[in-house]
C-alpha cells in the first residue's frame, strides 16, 4: 500500500465548476498535513496546510479526518489558472527526523 | 514568502562525469534541508535530510556514495551526482526548513534542476 494514495486523475472540468479531490495516508503516526500545487516541470509550492478542523482560503476548502486517515481539497468557481497537479503531503517523524511524504498528485485541467 | 535559490536549472552532461547541484536559502537560515528526486508522472521521492554541520541522513535505497551532500553552512546544501548514468537522470529538487517555522515543517522548495545524461 502507498504511503500516501492519490487518484492521478486527470480531472477535467469547465471553468467555474467545484472540484474535489481524495487521498487517504497509511500512517496513523502521521502529524501534519499540507495540498501542494505543482505546475508542469516546475517546483511544489505550498497551496495549504490542512487541520482537522477544516480550513479555508479563499475558494479552496481542505479537511482533514484522522479516524479515517483521508484528506480532502475542494475547489470552488475553478479557473483557467488552478490547471496543474496537487500534491497530497503528510509530515510525520522517522528515525529522529520529520519527513515529508508526497502522493503522486491529481491533475486538473480546466477548461474554457 | 521564503525564497530558495537552486542551481543549475539545467544540466546536460556526459556518462561519467559528476554534477554538482547548489540549493541556498536567500532570506532564512536552514538548519534542515531535503533532497528529493521526481521521475516523470511519479511522486517527490526524499532523497536525504542534512543538518547543518553534521551528516546527511540518506533513504533507504540512496547511494550516499553516488549523491554526496554537503551541508557546510546555514544557507547553502549541494548535491553531487557523481559518475552520473543515463538513469541519473531526473529533476532534483531541494528544500529547506527554517529553525524558526519547524514547528510547521513548512519546507520551501527551490525551483529543480533538470539533469540529462547522456
Known amino acids: 500500500r502507498k504511503e500516501v494514495e492519490q487518484d492521478p486523475g486527470p480531472f477535467n472540468v469547465p471553468e467555474g465548476a467545484t472540484v474535489a479531490f481524495n487521498c487517504t495516508y497509511s500512517n496513523s503516526a502521521s502529524q501534519s498535513f499540507f495540498w501542494y500545487r505543482q505546475d508542469c516541470r516546475k517546483e511544489p509550492k505550498l497551496l495549504m496546510s490542512v487541520y482537522s478542523s477544516g480550513n479555508e482560503d479563499g475558494r479552496f476548502t481542505a479537511q482533514l479526518n484522522r479516524a479515517s486517515q483521508y484528506i480532502s481539497l475542494l475547489i470552488r468557481d475553478s479557473k483557467l489558472s488552478d490547471s496543474a497537479t496537487y500534491l497530497c503531503?503528510?509530515?510525520?517523524?522517522?528515525?529522529?527526523?520529520?519527513?515529508?511524504?508526497f502522493g503522486t498528485g491529481t491533475r486538473l485541467l480546466v477548461s474554457p | 514568502g521564503a525564497v530558495v535559490s537552486q542551481h543549475p536549472s539545467r544540466v546536460i552532461c556526459k556518462s561519467g562525469t559528476s554534477v554538482k547541484i547548489e540549493c541556498r536559502s536567500l532570506?532564512?537560515?536552514?538548519?534542515?534541508m531535503f533532497w528529493y528526486r521526481q521521475f516523470p508522472k511519479q511522486s517527490l521521492m526524499l532523497m536525504a535530510t542534512s543538518n547543518e554541520g553534521s551528516k546527511a541522513t540518506y533513504e533507504q535505497g540512496v547511494e550516499k556514495d553516488k549523491f554526496l551532500i554537503n551541508h557546510a553552512s546555514l544557507t547553502l546544501s549541494t548535491l553531487t551526482v557523481t559518475s552520473a548514468h543515463p538513469e541519473d537522470s531526473s529533476f532534483y529538487i531541494c528544500?529547506?526548513?527554517?529553525?524558526?517555522?519547524?514547528?510547521?515543517?513548512?519546507?520551501?522548495f527551490g525551483a529543480g534542476t533538470r539533469l540529462s545524461v547522456l
Open positions: 528544500s529547506a526548513r527554517s529553525w524558526t517555522e519547524r514547528a510547521k515543517n513548512i519546507q520551501y
Open positions: 532570506d532564512f537560515q536552514a538548519t534542515t
Open positions: 503531503v503528510v509530515n510525520w517523524r522517522d528515525t529522529g527526523f520529520q519527513k515529508l511524504v
